[in-house]
């Protein structure tokens, strides 16, 4: 997957081989949040101008923005694979929360 950063918000880069264009989207929020460019310069710069919008437009209404993650994850796992869980991150001198942390950003980037 094609991704581009920008004030810690993640765009999905696709290309529309119909319109000959890039296409990108910002993840993580509920928000829908698109542009495009014809360029990957312009894509880049047309990421920053919706972010930026979005701030903007946030600001104007008097709300918090949508942060595409708090940093707390919450989940319901089988009590087997939580027991492995547990053994595994104190086999590694690790807590849960940390070994966990570890495991998900080596998936999330493989």
């Known amino acids: ?3 581009m950063i920008y004030k ?3 765009a999905r880069i696709d290309f529309d081989d119909r319109d000959n264009i890039f296409v990108g989207r910002v993840l993580g929020v509920s928000s829908i949040i698109s ?3 014809e360029t ?3 894509l880049q710069k047309e990421f920053k101008v919706a972010v930026d919008d979005f701030l903007a437009d946030c ?3 008097g709300v ?4 595409p993650a708090s940093g ?3 989940l319901r ?3 087997e694979v939580h027991a492995a869980v547990s053994v595994a991150a104190q086999a590694s001198g690790k807590s849960i929360n940390q070994w966990a942390d570890e495991v998900l950003e080596r998936a999330a980037h493989a």
């Open 1 to 3: 997957m094609n991704t």
């Open 8 to 10: 810690g918000y993640t």
């Open 35 to 37: 542009f495009h460019g």
């Open 40 to 42: 990957v310069k312009q």
């Open 59 to 61: 600001e104007e209404r």
């Open 64 to 67: 918090a923005p949508e942060k």
């Open 72 to 74: 707390k994850l919450m």
């Open 77 to 79: 796992i089988r009590p």
